[in-house]
T-cell receptor, first 114, second 112 residues
């Protein structure tokens, strides 16, 4: 099976702009989660989508939003970018049908906000 | 509010010796724990997991130990190899859904 793919791999934006990141999960997986990784902060949970519905949400401002399509692909949008949004954004997929399951990560999108 | 903590940012070990990475958690509702390994410019790769009904799980050179009373888990790598040099994250989830909580990671360096 193909793994989790994320596009683009790298992005440079300026403050105030918005950005959309894309994630294609492993075939058959219906759950997609998004994480932000910054130095010293580990992976911070943004949100999880399952069957086109947001099922869980972390403690991020409303500038961070997402959606999931019927084919389970997911997009994450960040509006009004701030310098602090510079990070590695990771998505992970899983079946979403068990509370004890493994999530598999994509390679991430490195976002730099200038 | 960091519910999963890895208090050692870095660890150096000689090749062939044992590497022990530690992780503590605060939420007693967590019942599933995982370890991921991450190389630079790549996403985390799943290594091993353990359910709270067990206290040990082994997969080749990797063993995870869970001490529920102490809210502590550890990852043992024996023998350590230079290719094991990476950042290791522990993660936990509870019965409230598919939200995973990650530690801040431990950078392991295995010295040849």
């Amino acid at each position: 099976k193909a793994g989790v793919t994320q596009t683009p791999r790298y992005l440079i934006k300026t403050r105030g702009q918005q950005v959309t990141l894309s994630c294609s999960p492993i075939s058959g997986h219906r759950s997609v989660s998004w994480y932000q990784q910054t130095p010293g902060q580990g992976l911070q949970f943004l949100f999880e989508y399952f069957s086109e519905t947001q099922r869980n949400k972390g403690n991020f401002p409303g500038r961070f939003s997402g959606r999931q399509f019927s084919n389970s692909r997911s997009e994450m949008n960040v509006s009004t970018l701030e310098l602090g949004d510079s990070a590695l954004y990771l998505c992970a997929s899983g079946s979403g049908t068990s509370v004890q399951e493994t999530q598999y990560f994509g390679p991430g999108t490195r976002l730099l906000v200038l | 509010d960091q519910q999963v903590k890895q208090n050692s940012p870095s660890l150096s070990v000689q090749e062939g010796r044992i590497s022990i990475l530690n992780c503590d958690y605060t939420n007693s509702m967590f019942d599933y724990f995982l370890w991921y390994k991450k190389y630079p410019a790549e996403g985390p790769t799943f290594l091993i997991s353990i359910s709270s009904i067990k206290d040990k799980n082994e997969d080749g050179r990797f063993t995870v130990f869970l001490n529920k009373s102490a809210k502590h888990l550890s990852l043992h790598i024996v023998p350590s190899q230079p290719g094991d040099s990476a950042v290791y994250f522990c993660a936990a989830s509870g019965n409230t859904g598919n939200q995973f909580y990650f530690g801040t990671g431990t950078s392991l360096t295995v010295i040849p």
